[in-house]
């Protein structure tokens, strides 16, 4: 594998269930975020992670839940999400401040 | 004012033409500046970085940057069909360093343009 990759590429869920979304990147980047792209809006910026701390919380409410185990991995749980939730969610990654290498996506449909 | 802010599309040029395609962002001490591409269903793809004054080439890519006009832009020529796509301005505006001394980038994106380039 190389790059930025993403699992699962679809997921459809109920307002009830917990799912969570996996990245990996294979550049050793050592900044990891996640953006959510919702239809007709520029790319939103959720969470930044550096060398697996947090550092960037852009106001995202709680039923999204980042994790980062190692710079080379991310997740981001789901639970009780709303329908406005529904987006494309990307993963990417970069070497310090320098170009964000993007994951494929994972899009997400919440019914 | 937004942050970062792309021409209003779509922007339509027959094949072969030249596509100009622009940007410009309010914060005056951003370093870093990207062009991306994203295809309808796809991620973005990055294609152009450019981080100091003037003009940078890449293929049939150039972007331009003049950051005293806050400015910068793509210029695609012999534009082709395959070139359709949204075009995604990106800014560093503002660096991270974490408490170990190490920076990360923040990238604000514009909201795109659509371009389509018929045969």
């Known amino acids: 594998e190389t790059g930025v990759t993403q699992t699962p590429r679809h997921l459809v869920m109920g307002m009830t269930n917990k799912k969570s979304l996996k990245c990996e990147q294979h550049?050793?980047?050592?900044?990891m975020y996640w953006y959510k792209q919702s239809a007709k809006k520029p790319l939103e910026l959720m969470f930044v992670y550096n060398f697996k701390e947090q550092t960037e919380n852009n106001s995202v409410p709680s039923r999204f839940s980042p994790e980062c185990p190692n710079s080379s991995h991310l997740f981001l749980h789901l639970h009780t999400l709303q329908p406005e939730d529904s987006a494309l969610y990307l993963c990417?990654?970069?070497?310090?401040?320098?170009?964000?290498?993007f994951g494929p996506g994972t899009r997400l449909t919440v019914t | 004012q937004k942050e970062v802010e792309q021409n209003s599309g779509p922007l339509s040029v027959p094949e072969g033409a030249i596509a100009s395609l622009n940007c410009t962002y309010s914060?005056?001490?951003?370093?870093?500046f990207f062009w991306y591409r994203q295809y309808s269903g796809k991620s973005p793809e990055l294609i152009m970085s450019?981080?100091?004054?003037g003009d940078k080439e890449d293929g049939r890519f150039t972007a331009q940057l003049n950051k005293a006009s806050q400015y910068v832009s793509l210029l695609i020529r012999d534009s082709q069909p395959s070139d359709s796509a949204t075009y995604l301005c990106a800014v560093n505006i503002k660096s991270g360093m974490d408490a170990g001394g190490t920076s990360y980038g923040k990238l604000t994106f514009g909201q795109g343009t659509i371009l389509t380039v018929h045969p």
């Open positions: 550049l050793g980047h050592n900044a």
């Open positions: 450019i981080y100091s004054n």
């Open positions: 914060d005056r001490g951003s370093q870093s």
């Open positions: 990417a990654s970069s070497r310090r401040g320098y170009e964000q290498y």
